[in-house]
Each structure stands twice: as structure tokens, then as C-alpha cells.
């Protein structure tokens, strides 16, 4: 599973084959310094610069890869992506110029997911060269970080269950020398009483517990990472259609984005006490599922009616966040699969962001945009709150109409997050349904390295 680490390298000038980068407008003037034989090739392989073409061209006794992009002289994180697909096994370097951003998907493109079935098509590694040294263990950190939310996201849930959850967060925390607490069984019901209550109808392998992991110093900013950890959701009692159950493992995704991040965060040293807490859970269905019309009481103090067991994942959200607001957070951001209204607004390639300040919103959609990670920010207008409104309880967890429902599941989020906090929420898809240049089918990281940069940027290092 996963990515190698060694797919860029320092550029020491050693053999290594050429790739040149053009795009239509620059086609011709390019194709004027070639030899006819050498256009002849490209003419075959009907190479005319549009984006993602690779072309091969013989060059005496060996040969140049040529790549079609938007713009050669303004790489992206994926304009290179292609090339790292289809090109032979082997070693690069890119003419005239330094591959920068496109270090990205360089690596991502070789992600490949093999945990059941060998990927009998694989030719080796295909590594590019990078004078740009300085660069290399950040770049690679980033794309291990995506991999490591894809395997995560990719593995079923027989495989990818609470515990196995937990398995992952205490790799992490051994690799980074963080302190894992995990909450289980009676402890759970009382100091996180609403993730008991939606993962207690699970099998006793997949019951529900508390992620939380810390690390840095005691002094330091308080820096919090929340991640929805919904291992399985079949809706519970108001149980999904087979169709919108088929892809539920991925409901974990959230909570892959805040490991993924809390280890880049750790692996960079920033100066900051991290709390990074995932609620693990299965929404299973058996007697003792909690129900609709059922009145749950938070960790907050705050009761909750179910109006639906399929918003579950805000429930076992709201204990998490209420308790890292305990450690009076500067920052605090939230990953989770919450809502189909958001990809219905959004489509699945854009994460739905939610902010209380508008700094702090404006700051994640730069990141975003600057490392090719867009985010789009939707309101949350108070007035849709009231509808949220119960009789019998302090709230409601879903509402009745149509409307909003990403907005929707962010205000009732909101009444957990304690007041002056600086707060922002991701809705997340966490699945690339169509395949992309270094982005294929399959669990995806999407919001991490916006969130990261602006991490990063924000605290130092």
C-alpha cells in the first residue's frame, strides 16, 4: 500500500532522462527545434501540447519525454502528475527549470493501493531529479501524508474498524513521540456519553472509543485537530439505501484527514501543544441501536433529540469538540464526511468550509488555492438554526426540510464549540469518484494541505 519515499532525489548529475514541459501556444516554436524525425514521432503519437499529453521522442541513441501543461513557466501540483503514470520505470529531470509544485503529484501519481490484490502492472519506481534539496523532505512528508489518508480511507471497514483506528493513531503517536489516550466501555458512556450511544449496537471488535493524542509542549499554543471517525455507517435504524451504503467505509475520512495532519504537524515541529481527537465508531444496527426520538445527553450538558441516526456523525463530533474546548484552543479545526447536501452543493472535488472569522476562513481558501487544494466557503446563517429547534430536548440533532443541510450540520457543531473559539470546519468528501492525473480512484485527501499550509504559516516552521 501506500507510496515509496524515494521518488525525488537530489539532483547530483547523475543519468538521468530528460522531460521537457510545452503547452499548445509554445507547440510550434518547440516542434522548430526538433529534427523531422523527431516531430515525426510526436505527429504519430498525435502530441499537440494540450494538458496531460505525454510524448516520447527519439534522441539518438536514447530518448526525451516531452509533457503537454497549462502553462510551463507556472506548474501546478499536477501538471507532472501524467508523466509519472505512463512514463517507463526509471530516473528524471526537468529541462530548464526546477519542478517546484509539481513535486506533488509527481509522487502521488504512484500511489497505488495493494492490500488485496498485487498490482501486477507496476514497473518500478519513476524518480525525479530536483536541485531545489531544500524542498525534498517537506514535499515528501505532504504526499505521505495524502497516502496515508487514502490507505485509511481505502481499507473496508472489516479492516478498518474502531480499533483498527486506533492501531493507526498509536503508530503515529510512537513515530512522533505523542501520548495516546484512549477512552473505551464505561468511561466512554460517561465522559463521552453521545459517541457510546451511536457506536454501542457495534460488535464488541468494532466498539467505540476516543481517540486523543497530544504532543508538544505544555506552554505552547494550543492547536486542535478533530477528525469524525465513523468506521461504518449504515444510518443505524433509519437505515441507508444499499446504493448510499455502498461506500460507507470511507466515513472515517475526517478522522484520516486529522491524523494525516496532526503528523505533519509533528513531523515539522511546530511550536504548538497539539490535541488531536478522532471519535472511532461503527453506526451499526441491533437491539440496544439508539433510536429515533431518542433524547441523548452530550458531554457539554446539552440534550440532543435524534430526529434521524444517520446524522450521527455530528453527535459523536459534538463530545469531541466540546472537550478539546476544555484546553481553551487558539485554533481549532474539524474534519468530517458530514453531509451529502455539501456535495450536492460542491460536487466531490470541493470541500465545504465553515468559519467563524473571516481571517481565518480567508486564510484556509488561500492555502488552498496557492497548493492547488481548493476549498469553498458555504455560511452559516443564524436563522437556520431555529430549525433545529426540539420540544422535548435543548436541540435537535437533523432538521425536517431540505434545505442547508451542509449549513445545517455546521450550526449544530457550532453550539459545541465553546464561544470565542477560533474555529473552522471542513465537509469533506474524501473520495476521488473519477480519476485525475496523481489523484486516483479512491480515498482522497481534500482540505489537508489547505488546512496544513495555513498551519504551518499561522504557528512557524
Known sequence: MGMKTDLIQPDRGQDATAIHLVNKDGFADFSRKLSAPQRAALAAQKFTGAGYQVGIVPDGEGWFAVGGVA?????????????????????????GGEPGPALHGWQTAQYRFTRYVEDKDAEGPRILLTGEVGRIDAAVAEAQAVALVRDLVNTPAEDMGPAALEDAAEALAKQHGAQLAVTRGDALEQEYPMVHAVGRAAARSHAPRMLHLTWGAADAPVLAIVGKGVCFDSGGLDIKPSAGMLLMKKDMGGGAHALALAGLIMGAGLKVRLHCLVPAVENAIAGNAFRPGDVLKSRKGLTVEVGNTDAEG????????????????????????LTGAARVALGPDLPALFARRDETADALLAAGKKHDDACWRLPMPAAYAEWLKSDVADTGNAHANAFAGASVAALFLDKFVAEGVDWAHFDTFAWTPSPKPGRPRGGEALGLRAAWHMIRSRFGG
Open 71 to 95: 502553462d510551463p513557466a507556472a506548474l501546478s501540483s499536477w501538471c507532472m502528475a501524467r508523466l509519472a503514470e505512463q512514463l517507463p520505470a526509471g530516473t528524471y529531470r526537468l529541462a
Open 314 to 337: 455530528r453527535l459523536i463530533l459534538a463530545d469531541a469538540l466540546t472537550r478539546v474546548c476544555e484546553e481553551q484552543p487558539e485554533l481549532l479545526i474539524d474534519f468530517a464526511t
